[in-house]
């Protein structure tokens, strides 16, 4: 089993900045991907970034592309998003997510944090 537990939500102003953290917990992750996930009100759960635990490959969907930054601490069993230049339209709650890397399902999910950004 894998525990995923995110932090580091809030309010921030347009053009504000805010990291999340997801602290990860369980087992051992060095075959498994890590995600962050966005889910606005009302609409459709996106994916935001990915990266491989062991060797830092890193994936991002395109339009959070120069803005977001996903990262790992492997001392500190700890997933990052580092969100700059924060839209209005990136108001969702943000979740956390393995997976192995070769399987096609994310398994484990965070119970999310809202971020809410005022324009």
């Known amino acids: 089993q894998v525990q995923l537990v995110e932090s580091g939500g809030g309010l921030v102003q347009a053009g504000g900045s805010l990291r999340l953290s997801c602290l990860v917990s369980?087992?051992?992750?060095?075959?498994?991907?890590m995600g962050w996930f966005r889910q606005a009100p009302g609409k459709e759960r996106q994916s935001v970034a990915t990266?491989?635990?062991?060797?830092?490959?890193?994936f991002y969907a395109d339009s959070m592309k120069g803005r977001f930054t996903i990262s790992r601490d492997n001392a500190k069993n700890t997933v990052y998003l580092q969100m700059n230049s924060l839209k209005s339209e990136d108001t969702a709650v943000y979740y956390c997510?393995?997976?192995?890397?070769?399987?096609?399902?994310?398994?484990?999910w965070g119970q999310g944090t809202q971020v809410t950004v005022s324009s």
């Open positions: 990266i491989t635990w062991s060797a830092g490959r890193t």
């Open positions: 369980g087992r051992t992750l060095s075959t498994y991907r």
């Open positions: 997510a393995a997976r192995s890397e070769d399987a096609t399902n994310w398994l484990y």
